[in-house]
């Protein structure tokens, strides 16, 4: 049974999609919308066709399940370009999501019409591709060169009514999106000649005197495409657009299209894509397990994480009653949340309105009594095990039966502190990644006793405030935190053979981080986890911390910085680094860059490999879903994981055998890792 229907009504023809979950342009939806079309063509009664798709949305790209199979045709750019040849004027009719092939379906088309709530993308770039069926030439001549380059290189949607005013879009439609569309039809069914998209050249002349246009784009979105190849590929295409014949044009897109399709970055990106969708998936729990009604939500702590946490929930329009001791912190903590909607107001990314509305969600308390309605409490209490067991056992005491507790711990054990309570049952680590308002990742912490309800209702809540979530075991820093720890110990380490903090950031930046370990530690700050102790100096951090060299927030850290917080290497730094150098007899060494990579990302490769093994991630995509996340490692790597696969697991276990004696006496390699290496197998496919 094909997917695609057809029915008359009238003299219109209307060509239904039925293939749920997102109407992808499968082998079977592509076949059928050409025998439509021929159906269309071949009727004399038939005057106009309208497009339209049943379900959430409008067609939402080609089927990536097929990417990496023979493709069947007729292939998608035919299928396009076989509508834009149809003898009656199509109406493509928007809901949901019209996206990459999607978009393109409707861009050939010879009209567009669509609700208000419709979005309208061309996401490809975020799996390493571009627009393949004909978008990256037609979509600047229907929405103009610079909507297009913007559009095709962030992969970021526009709304419905953005899309009316760029004349993307010919009509928006409040009501019944097939009755008027199919009067829509019927208005066009004689207009002559029957508009081509890709006949247009209106936009294309706009951009032909322009001609700076596209190094102007390069230069202003540069640092923001840095390492990736699919943005450049996008600009390239839609230059050919402006500066070729539309038929040269499509040829000059397919070129680059098969360029990309064929390269890693898009493997990375499109296997990042599913490991996305299955992180939020719990394996193991029983069929009929239900989330728990969350209708209210309590905080405890007003810092910087506390009031983070709390403004996912706000924003989410769930009520938040947030505690602190002293009606000064809490007067801070609730301060700085207003500060921070103000600042997204300003950006226009949310009205004023909207904040107030947020804000008036808040209620601010001194007491943690006056959380003893909520649903799910979450603490946010200074990192020690002990104020955090005082709490849980407070919390024992005042929350209703069924409430979820939560810990927001970074590293602590999960089951202890379930421990402090009568109901481990009901108590689990959210660990959220600073600054909690804007970081997607949240680690969803399993303890030995978490009901299954409970990790279900995290899970359901984590896509309620728009977080990506990961569910980890108990163990020192669950997943991406553990993975930190070679990293940072290998980091150090290597500064005191020889290498420095500017050489190893290199190392990272180029690698793709968006910042190399002491970059990351002078941002977060040095004196995080510091005994606070200036006496006591056994290490190149205890130093630093002891002369107020916390980071880029006391304007010095392992780099000196300016005014405008730019950092410079620094000579002071250097000095502390050649004394522990001295007192500990080492005499530096010129180190590789490989060595670092492999003693840093290599370690952390291990690392990931034993939480596997330990069972501490469910899989390990899980894993690569933390780090891209949580730490910014970059999609077209995949992650640690599928990046370990693409480096070639032999390799990986020859150089931790080849820094073995340098990586410390309790350092193993992970047995998992040794052995799919030996099997030939991979990681994370
Ligand atoms: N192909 C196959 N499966 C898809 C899919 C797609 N394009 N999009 C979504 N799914 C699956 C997804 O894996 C999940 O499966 C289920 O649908 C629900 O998705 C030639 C080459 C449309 C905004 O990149 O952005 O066209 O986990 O959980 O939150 O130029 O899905 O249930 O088994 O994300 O409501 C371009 C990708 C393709 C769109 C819906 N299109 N999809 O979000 O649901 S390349 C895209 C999305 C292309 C042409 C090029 C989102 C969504 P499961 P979901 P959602």
Request: proline letters at 5%; hydrophobic letters at 40%.
């Amino acid at each position: 049974m094909s997917p695609i229907s057809t029915r008359r009504h009238g003299d219109v023809l209307i060509v239904t999609s039925n293939n749920p979950p997102v109407n992808a342009l499968g082998h079977a939806v592509r076949e059928g919308l050409v025998a439509a079309i021929d159906q269309a063509d071949a009727d004399e009664a038939v005057k106009a066709v309208v497009i339209i798709c049943a379900g959430n949305t409008f067609f939402a790209g080609a089927d990536i399940t097929e990417f990496g199979k023979a493709m069947q045709m007729p292939m998608l750019p035919m299928v396009v370009d076989r509508i834009e040849a149809c003898t009656k004027p199509v109406v493509a009719a928007i809901h949901g999501t019209a996206f990459g092939g999607g978009l393109e379906v409707a861009l050939a088309s010879h009209y567009r019409v669509a609700v208000p709530s419709a979005k309208l993308g061309v996401p490809e770039v975020k799996l390493g591709l571009l627009p393949g069926a004909g978008g990256t030439q037609r979509l600047p001549r229907a929405a103009g060169v610079q909507k297009a380059l913007e559009m095709a290189t962030s992969g970021s949607p526009i709304g419905a009514k953005e899309a009316y005013e760029v004349g993307l879009v010919d009509r928006l439609i409040e009501g019944d999106l097939e009755q008027h569309a199919v009067a829509f039809a019927e208005e066009v069914r004689d207009v002559r000649p029957i508009p081509k998209t890709s006949e247009r050249d209106d936009r294309i002349d706009e951009a032909r005197a322009n001609p700076g246009l596209f190094d102007e784009f390069r230069k202003a979105q540069a640092r923001k495409f840095r390492g990736f190849d699919a943005p450049e590929a996008n600009i390239k295409a839609i230059e050919a657009a402006v500066a070729k014949p539309y038929a040269e044009g499509v040829q000059t897109e397919r070129q680059l299209f098969m360029q990309l399709m064929s390269g890693t970055q898009a493997k990375a990106q499109q296997y990042f894509f599913f490991a996305e969708r299955k992180a939020a998936k719990i394996d193991g729990l029983p069929e009929e397990t239900r989330a728990r009604d969350i209708r209210k939500v309590g905080v405890i702590g007003a810092g910087t994480m506390g009031g983070g946490i709390s403004m996912n929930f706000l924003s989410a329009g769930i009520p938040v009653t947030i505690v602190e001791q002293q009606q000064e912190a809490l007067d801070r903590g609730t301060g700085v949340m207003r500060k921070n909607y103000e600042a997204t107001a300003a950006k226009g990314r949310m009205s004023a309105e909207q904040v107030d509305q947020a804000m008036g969600l808040l209620t601010p308390s001194l007491s943690l009594d006056d959380l003893s309605d909520c649903d799910l409490i979450i603490e946010a209490v200074f990192e020690n095990m002990d104020v955090k067991k005082e709490v849980f056992g407070k919390l024992d005491r005042i929350a209703k039966p069924g409430a979820i507790l939560a810990s927001n711990t970074s590293y602590l054990n999960v089951d202890e502190i379930a421990a402090s309570t009568s109901r481990p049952q009901d108590v689990l680590g959210l660990h959220f990644f600073s600054p909690a308002n804007i970081m997607k990742l949240l680690e969803i912490v399993r303890g030995a006793n978490t009901a299954p309800d409970v990790l279900v209702t995290a899970m359901g809540l984590a896509k309620k405030i728009r977080k990506v979530a990961v569910v980890a075991g108990v163990c020192y820093g669950f997943i991406g935190n553990r993975m930190l720890i070679p990293r940072q110990t290998q980091a150090m380490q290597l500064l005191l053979e020889g290498a420095t903090p500017e050489q190893i950031d290199r190392v990272h930046v180029e690698f793709g981080m968006p910042m190399g370990p002491f970059q990351m530690a002078d941002l977060a700050g040095v004196d995080i986890g510091w005994h606070r102790d200036p006496n006591r100096i056994e290490n190149i951090r205890d130093a630093l911390c002891a002369i107020d060299r916390w980071g880029q927030k006391k304007g010095a850290g392992f780099y000196d910085y300016d005014d405008r917080r730019r950092p410079s290497p620094s000579p002071k730094v250097q000095e502390i680094i050649d004394g522990f150098r001295a007192n500990a007899g080492v005499t530096a060494r010129e180190i590789s860059d490989q060595e670092i990579v492999e003693r840093t990302l290599y370690t952390m490769v291990n690392e990931g490999a034993k939480i596997l093994e330990e069972g501490m991630a469910q899989r390990a995509s899980d894993i690569d879903v933390v780090w891209v996340y949580g730490y910014g490692w970059p999609v077209y790597r995949g992650g640690p994981m599928f990046w370990a696969d693409t480096e070639g697991l032999p390799k990986i276990v020859e150089g931790l055998k080849r820094q073995q004696p340098r990586l410390g006496s309790d350092f193993t390699i992970s047995e998992l890792l040794a052995g799919k290496a030996e099997a030939g197998e991979k990681l994370a496919r």
